[in-house]
T-cell receptor, first 110, second 111 residues
């Protein structure tokens, strides 16, 4: 079974803090994705990566950056957290056309 | 820009009913259409994937259809069970690995 894990299930941070969300997959997939999910808006793509050190902006990259130093790990960084970044963050990896999702990190920015 | 809409936003049915969830998309130039299930507080699980050249896919009690010309897909659930209660999301993929998701339909099956 494909396993995608995320470092935290719940996080509470203060406005202005730097926040790291980590995602690890165990299947050597090349493609990895970060989404945020908000009520009524569905999932929106923040960034994705085709391979190590490769990244591409999604639909809502503003206020975020990413890092992919190893194939199995894809990190989402909030350089200076703001209250409008309170959301559910979902990571996924992809094999052929199927995306495999992690359990999500619910982030609250106060 | 691709937009994906799901109707209804929420649905409550008694156990045993057959039901249909609807998904519409604005750009018919899609690579595939996917249906996912999400349980509360959890990630998404892939249910069915329909290639652009296909009309439907089936898995157990689930059947998904695709009509590209009208920009619609439906997910049919037969003989619903309480364990089917979840949020169901559809997503359209254009070339380039990007999925565009609908907001989902929250399904509750009452026992």
């Amino acid at each position: 079974d494909v396993k995608v894990t995320q470092s935290s299930r719940y996080l509470v941070k203060r406005t202005g803090e730097k926040v790291f969300l980590e995602c690890v997959q165990d299947m050597d997939h090349e493609n990895m994705f970060w989404y945020r999910q908000d009520p009524g808006l569905g999932l929106r793509l923040i960034y994705f990566s085709y391979d190590v050190k490769m990244k591409e902006k999604g639909d809502i990259p503003e206020g975020y950056s990413v890092s992919r130093e190893k194939k199995e790990r894809f990190s989402l960084i909030l350089e200076s957290a703001s209250t409008n970044q309170t959301s559910m963050y979902l990571c996924a990896s992809r094999l052929q056309e199927t995306q495999y999702f992690g359990p999500g990190t619910r982030l609250l920015v106060l | 820009k691709q937009e994906v809409t799901q109707i209804p936003a929420a649905l409550s049915v008694p156990e045993g009913e057959n039901l249909v969830l609807n998904c519409s998309f604005t750009d018919s130039a899609i690579y595939n259409l996917q249906w996912f299930r999400q349980d509360p507080g959890k990630g998404l699980t892939s249910l069915l994937l329909i290639q652009s050249s296909q009309r439907e896919q089936t898995s157990g009690r689930l059947n998904a259809s695709l009509d590209k010309s009208s920009g619609r897909s439906t997910l049919y659930i037969a003989a619903s069970q309480p364990g089917d209660s979840a949020t169901y999301l559809c997503a359209a993929e254009k070339y380039g690995n990007k999925l565009v998701f609908g907001a989902g339909t929250i399904l509750r099956v009452k026992s």
